[in-house]
């Protein structure tokens, strides 16, 4: 079964950067398109970007133009490089499939963006 182990969050000041990343498990990764989630408090889970498996990239408007998604195949793993971080970014930020159906969630890594 994947696993997912995101890592990278942490507390940074408003207009600062953070670089998020997500390791998988298991062999079968590359055929998904992968995406990053958010959960602020009080709120639902809400997708922020996504890589299909040929690189095609789609972002939510609250962070596009900030926030850049990647993917290593060969290493499983999919990134998210932020700047110019927000308050309103603060979340637990998790990775999986962009329906989130496919594999267990992880723990997620906290970001807090605050002064």
């Known amino acids: 079964q994947v696993q997912l182990v995101e890592s990278g969050g942490g507390l940074v000041q408003p207009g600062g950067s953070l670089r998020l990343s997500c390791a998988a498990s298991?062999?079968?990764?590359?055929?998904?398109?992968m995406a990053w989630h958010r959960q602020a408090p009080g709120k639902q889970r809400e997708l922020v970007a996504w890589?299909?498996?040929?690189?095609?990239?789609l972002y939510v408007d609250s962070v596009k133009g900030r926030f850049t998604i990647s993917r290593d195949d060969d290493k499983n793993t999919v990134a998210l490089q932020m700047s110019r971080l927000k308050p309103e970014d603060t979340a637990v930020y998790y990775c999986n499939t962009a329906s989130g159906r496919v594999f267990p969630w992880g723990q997620g890594t906290q970001v807090t963006v605050s002064s």
């Open positions: 890589i299909s498996s040929s690189g095609r990239t």
């Open positions: 298991g062999s079968i990764f590359s055929i998904y398109t």
